[in-house]
């Protein structure tokens, strides 16, 4: 009796890997789901086959994941200027048009409608005044409405209000969970790392580091930095100093400061040499200098000194947006 193999498709041979029919018969074979190097032709086939595949599919699973996780992905870039930028707290989200916007061109836009009596509350990207939504209610049913369509900032922002009980919105981790996850599905990172966190730490859910982990990668292949450098430094903990230094290098090359340091460390436990520590630095600086402007710089000095309107209660933004409409004379100074 012949010993069956596993039959890899880098052989160019498609049939089912334990009864060794092909799909010129009319049967549809369906790859493992795993590997991707074996097919089936049924359920049946595939149990079978399991005891003599599995070790195989396990470091070939293995390497796909990884071949995934240690891919660079291209920061996301701003809709106006086109510059890159790598975390969330160097943006603003505008709920008219449900862009993220970042802070350098909202500054701008602001700091030129202070100058001429202009709009303090237009848009830098469609120009639609931040005083049309007469309410916080109103800004939170826009948000809703862009989660609905699709929008996964949106979702992440009403995670958000959901985790602090902001925007009039009862705090319930577990609903911020739910919406942290839709948002992750539809591509936002950041979303993904801070699910990561709830597992972790077992806000709205019960703790589950394995699940953590889990959302971290998932972040760091959508391009989080802040997830990617975690998951170094939890690879360096184990002793597994090579891993941890392929995460720091792909978030360095980002631009983050905080994987750089990573970088570092590894160089002065040995574990990286002077040429690669080196080269870390000359691509984290061409990166810096690629996001840098002085609308930016102007952002951070003045962002510095004030509150995100994202912390305001319900009576502070309305008294903001009666502020706004003096300011752009749509009603007096002294209407109540």
């Known amino acids: 009796m012949s010993r069956k193999v596993c039959i890899s498709y880098e052989q160019n041979i498609v049939i089912c890997a334990n009864c060794g029919q092909g ?133 992440f922002m009403l995670a958000g209000y959901y985790a602090q009980g902001l925007m009039g919105l009862a705090q319930d981790n577990q609903k911020c969970n739910e919406l942290l996850l839709k948002a992750g599905r539809l591509g936002c990172g950041d979303a993904y790392y801070n699910l990561g966190i709830s597992y972790r730490d077992g806000i709205g859910m019960e703790a589950d580091m394995k699940k953590a982990i889990h959302f971290w990668e998932l972040g760091a292949m959508k391009g989080n930095v802040l997830a990617r450098t975690k998951l170094g430094r939890m690879e360096g903990q184990a002793g597994n100093e090579r891993r941890a230094y392929e995460h720091y290098i792909i978030a360095a090359r980002a631009g983050y400061q905080g994987a750089l340091d990573g970088v570092k460390t590894c160089f002065m436990n040995g574990s990286v040499t002077k040429d690669e520590y080196t080269s870390a630095l000359r691509d984290y600086q061409k990166r810096r200098d690629e996001m840098w402007s002085e609308q930016r710089k102007a952002a951070a000095e003045f962002d510095s000194n004030h509150e995100s309107t994202a912390s305001m209660s319900s009576e502070q933004w309305n008294h903001a947006m009666t502020f706004m409409k003096v300011v752009n004379g749509e009603i007096n100074a002294g209407a109540s």
Not at 80 to 100: M, R, S, Y
Not at 114 to 139: P, V, W, Y
């Open 23 to 155: 799909e010129e018969g009319g049967i549809n074979l369906k790859s493992c789901t795993a590997c991707k190097m074996v097919s089936y032709c049924n359920r049946d086939c595939q149990i079978a086959h399991r005891p003599m595949h599995k070790k195989e599919c396990k470091r070939r699973a293995a390497e796909l994941h990884d071949e995934a996780l240690f891919q660079e992905v291209d920061s996301e870039e701003c809709p106006i200027c086109f510059l890159p930028h790598i975390t969330a707290d160097q943006t603003t989200f505008q709920a008219c048009c449900g862009k993220k916007i970042c802070n350098g061109c909202s500054h701008a836009v602001m700091e030129t409608a202070f100058n001429t009596k202009g709009d303090l509350g237009l848009c830098a990207f469609c120009r639609k005044t931040c005083s049309s939504f007469d309410s916080i209610e109103a800004l939170v049913k826009r948000t809703y409405d862009l989660a609905e369509a699709g929008n996964n900032w949106a979702y």
